[in-house]
Structure formats: C-alpha cells, structure tokens
C-alpha cells in the first residue's frame, strides 16, 4: 500500500475491500491484493468497482509460484496492507498438516494468481 492511498470500506458493513489511488484527476481502484483493478475513473465509478468486487476473490483457489519455479494451489488465508498468507490447498482434510507461506503485499499474478477452471484438477 502506497502512502497516498485511500482507503474504501463499503457502506453496507463497513468492511475494507481496497483502495483509491489518486492519478491525475481522477482515481485507480486496487483490490486487497494490491492490484490495479480499473484504470483511471472518477470516484464514484472506483467505489462500485470495489464494492461490487467485494472479497468474494479472495475464497477462491489460487496458485502460489515456489521458489523453484512450481505452482502450488492455495487458499488465502490472511490480507493486511503489508503481507498476503496463504495455506497449501487441502481441501478441507482436517488431519492434513497445515502449511502456510507468506508473501509480500503487494503481490503480482506472477507469483500469485487465481487458479484458472482449466487447471483446477
């Protein structure tokens, strides 16, 4: 998150979904992920995109690139301003060992990135 970012809740609940960044005269939506999700709008345009995006991207599967250069399908488990931790994908098992990364936030599709229908095996 940069400085001059401003932060968005949504009106209904209160709960944050991004941010506004100021550009020139208008504003850039960045989802929790610190990703750009609009280009330049007015604000009211960036508002609805985050409102409508909601958090819903967030409980879905995702890849985590390894050091290695291997995908690993994951779940988010936490966003903050500064960290993105994710959980290895165990689809529920209970007795499976929870294995956690952590990722700088912002972070970049390059290493983490929704996981695609076509890969979903």
Known sequence: MEADWIEHRRADDGEHVGWMKPVDD??????????????VVDWMSAEETLDDLGLRYLAEPHEL???????LRV???????????????????????????TVANPVSED???????????
């Open 26 to 39: 208008g504003f850039v939506a960045i989802d929790l992920l610190g990703r750009q999700r609009t280009d």
């Open 65 to 71: 690139r390894l050091d290695g250069g291997d995908w």
């Open 75 to 101: 779940r988010i488990a936490e966003v903050t301003p500064s960290v993105v931790r994710v959980k290895k994908d165990d689809w529920g098992d209970m007795t499976a060992p929870q294995i956690y990364f």
């Open 111 to 121: 290493q983490l990135r929704p996981l695609s229908p076509t890969r979903q095996t």
